[in-house]
């Protein structure tokens, strides 16, 4: 467990934001009147990978790594009074677990999980409109990322085991550690929007939906706004107390899109964490452009907020890999050394990486894609693989914000980004060359804690300070080397790895292939 702290008397109680992500979880301790930062701790979780396409976590082990992380936070304040609690968290991952028991059935399956692909397919073999009536419902593809399938086999899979149906509970991670906390079982409208079973226009279950997946509503939590009232802590739960209120709960995304005040359209921001997920706010519910999907962003002060999105799966997880395979220095962290590499070249040397390990994610949502590293010759170094890899990760952003635009949306004008790969200044300064536009690069990597710690104080009445300003990265003016043709060479390697040609890789086309892959 990290921690980190700042010791000061407190007057008016502390806020305790959680963010309950896939590697760990952080936790951080408010001051419930300034939003000063008091205490900071995080603890990890873990994660199994049992059969190509698995992915799974101990549901267990997310509450108690949770729990590590609150307590760590504070034992740096001991006289701190809680007065309330701001949880953001990794969406679409779920658990199933025993009401009567409040045991986990089984392990979380993880957002990544992709065991349910054929069920899926399965799916929209017997019922071919299904792919129609999802999107159109839920703002959605049809995807084994999100919950209904895996909410469904994890169901199963307790039944199967012996478990009395009536007793089964599901829900995403929000409302495995609400539920935990409070005892109450229910979740927030952001993490249900990705689900593929709410209903985007009324904002609840739907029936269709429901009998589509096969699950009974009596399994599932009941769908609340962000800032409702979640419940009060039912007991002691190691040095947090008894009778704290859970004020606000937000998907972790989205937290980051509220912490960075992206609340309107024409604003946007990207996450570089794992994946990538790159969000804008909309006032149109219905379904986005090919690849992107609609979900609900927030529901604050009785009023939904809606976002479109686009999901990229592999770009963290681009860069770890590639500086593991050209050899991370020991002591040395892969992303800084990566950089390094990197910035020895002053461009790829005509090689383009496409990290499709298990398939593309948004815009292209082409599960049979495959990783292809295009270009190479007797002079590539490994500057310019480097190089390739942080390009990649730029590329693919920039797919999704042309993509999200192609229908005559609001356009992004500066483009806010938080998470770990954001430390990298030249992977900044290639996305604001390729996207032509200014980041706004936020300055606490807490983006979704911080967000979700505003939502509580609002909700106690605080207005709290805007974020932080980070800093801002404008895009080189265009030269002779110019981003086009850095676009057109990608594209082509777009193409290569999903096996098509460049027109056909357009996700703003309506051809076969894109009607196939994006529902
Ligand atoms: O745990 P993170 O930060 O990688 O976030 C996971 C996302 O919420 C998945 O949609």
């Known amino acids: 467990m990290t921690r980190s702290g700042i010791a000061r008397p407190l007057r008016d109680g502390a806020l305790l934001a959680i963010d309950q992500g896939t590697t760990n979880t952080k936790a951080m301790l408010l001051d419930a009147s300034t939003g000063l930062v008091l205490a900071e701790a995080s603890a990890p979780t873990s994660i199994a990978f049992p059969a190509p396409g698995w992915v799974e976590q101990d549901a267990e082990r997310l509450w108690t790594a949770t729990m590590a992380a609150v307590d760590g936070c504070l034992e740096q304040q001991p006289e701190a009074r809680v007065v309330g609690i701001g949880i953001s968290n990794q969406r679409e991952t779920v658990v199933c677990w025993s009401r009567s028991t409040g045991r986990a059935l089984g392990p979380a399956l993880g957002w990544q999980d992709a065991r349910t692909t054929a069920w899926c397919a399965d799916l929209l073999e017997r019922e071919p409109s299904a792919a129609q009536t999802i999107r159109q419902r839920t703002g959605l593809s049809l995807d084994p990322m999100f919950s209904a399938p895996k909410f469904r086999t994890s169901i199963d899979a307790a039944v199967a085991g012996g478990a009395d149906p009536t007793d089964v509970a599901v829900g995403t991670v929000d409302a495995w550690l609400v539920w935990r906390l409070t005892g109450q079982h229910v979740t927030e409208l952001g993490n249900a929007s990705r689900t593929l079973l709410l209903d985007l226009a009324s904002l609840a279950w739907h029936d269709d939906l429901l009998s589509l997946f096969g699950i009974d509503a009596a399994r599932l939590p009941e769908p609340r706004p962000s800032d409702a009232s979640f419940g009060v802590t039912s007991t002691r739960h190691g040095r947090l107390p008894a009778g704290v209120p859970v004020l606000a709960v937000l998907a972790d995304s989205h937290a980051a899109l509220y912490h960075h005040g992206c609340t309107t359209p024409g604003t946007g921001k990207a996450t570089y964490g794992t994946g990538t997920s790159v969000m804008s706010p909309t006032k149109d519910p219905s379904a986005g452009p090919h690849g992107i999907a609609t979900t609900v962003a927030w529901h604050v002060g009785g009023a939904p907020t809606y976002a479109r999105e686009g999901n990229i ?207």
């Open 313 to 519: 799966v592999a770009s963290g997880s681009a860069l770890d890999w590639m500086a593991s395979t050209l050899g991370v220095p020991e002591g040395t962290a892969g992303g800084a050394h990566l950089t390094a590499l990197a910035g020895e070249v002053p461009d790829s040397g005509g090689v383009c990486f496409v990290p499709a390990f298990s398939g593309l994610g948004a815009p292209y949502w082409d599960r049979s894609a495959v990783g292809v590293l295009v270009g190479v010759s007797g002079g590539t170094t490994r500057g310019h693989l480097a190089r390739a890899a942080l390009e990649a990760v730029a590329h693919q952003v920039t797919d999704v914000v042309e993509a999200m635009e192609s229908d005559g949306s609001a356009r992004i004008d500066t483009l806010h980004a938080d998470g770990g790969a954001t430390a990298s200044g030249l992977l900044m300064q290639v996305q604001a060359d390729l996207l032509g536009r200014p980041l706004e690069v936020a300055s606490s990597p807490a983006a979704s804690a911080l967000g979700a710690a505003r939502l509580a104080a609002e909700h106690l009445g605080v207005a709290t300070p805007p974020a932080e300003p980070g800093h801002r990265v404008a895009p080189h003016p265009p030269t002779s080397s110019d981003a086009g043709a850095a676009r057109r060479s990608w594209r082509q390697a777009i193409a290569r790895s999903r096996g098509l040609t460049v027109s056909q890789t357009d996700p703003t086309l309506r051809d076969e292939t894109i009607e196939r892959n994006d529902p």
